[in-house]
């Protein structure tokens, strides 16, 4: 079936340092995507979320990046922080859908 | 912030007997979900709420699970008679309108369900 994963379980950095979290997706009818932060012993936070007919969009210290020819979602956090160690996951639905498919998840370190 | 708030925390559970999970959306939210997380799989959808009706539901959602809103405010998950494998995290969830609307879902902070 069709389905949105991660390509790394857990991803390293040092603070101050930028992340890159990556996702793949492959229902190509998908039209929204989302990126949450879920920290431990809390529900997934919202963080950003872009349009199929978007390709970048930007927030505070984060950016999405969406490649749709080849099924592709980043979430890059500027000047990574002790507080932004969680995981990770990437959300995506179809066009005229509220069912919200979820990746597995990545988890983030950030080392002081 | 405005957020959704959900209790009990942790609920623990015989098998067999019901359980309600219930959920109180951020005020100005039409749309509710309910969310599952096994420990250590992905967050997987179960049912979606509007206008006093379901609009969509997961092949999880079988008849044993039920939603209501019984008045302006609470929205719960009922489960008839709990299993085991109803053990899991569960989460509400609530948007000003459906996705296609460009209108994220903000999540509760999850009830534990565990059935002994």
């Known amino acids: 079936g069709e389905s949105v994963g991660l390509h790394l379980p857990t991803l390293s950095v040092q603070e101050g340092d930028n992340s890159i979290i990556n996702c793949a997706y492959s229902?190509?009818?998908?039209?929204?995507f989302i990126w949450y932060k879920q920290e431990s012993g809390k529900g997934p936070q919202f963080i950003i979320d872009?349009?199929?007919?978007?390709d970048k969009r930007q927030g505070q210290r984060v950016t999405v990046l969406l490649n749709k020819t080849v099924k592709h979602l980043s979430l890059q956090i500027a000047a990574t922080q002790p507080g932004d160690s969680a995981v990770y996951f990437c959300?995506?639905?179809?066009?005229?859908?509220?069912?919200?498919?979820f990746g597995k998840g990545n988890q983030v370190v950030v080392i002081p | 912030e405005p957020e959704v708030t959900q209790t009990p925390s942790h609920q623990v559970t015989q098998m067999g007997q019901e359980v309600i999970l219930r959920c109180v959306p951020i005020?100005?939210?039409?749309?509710f979900y309910w969310y599952r997380q096994i420990l250590g799989q992905k967050v997987e959808f179960l049912v979606s709420?509007?206008?006093?009706?379901?609009?969509?539901k997961s092949e999880i959602f079988d008849d044993q699970f039920s939603v209501e809103r019984p008045d302006g405010s609470n929205f719960t998950l009922k489960i008839r008679s709990t299993k085991l494998e109803d053990s899991a995290m569960y989460f509400c969830a609530s948007s000003e309108g459906p996705d296609w609307g460009n209108q994220p879902q903000h999540f509760g902070d999850g009830t534990r369900l565990s059935i002994l």
């Open positions: 872009i349009r199929s007919n978007m």
């Open positions: 229902n190509s009818a998908s039209d929204y």
């Open positions: 005020s100005n939210h039409l749309y």
């Open positions: 709420f509007y206008n006093n009706e379901i609009s969509e």
């Open positions: 959300a995506e639905t179809p066009y005229g859908n509220n069912r919200l498919a």
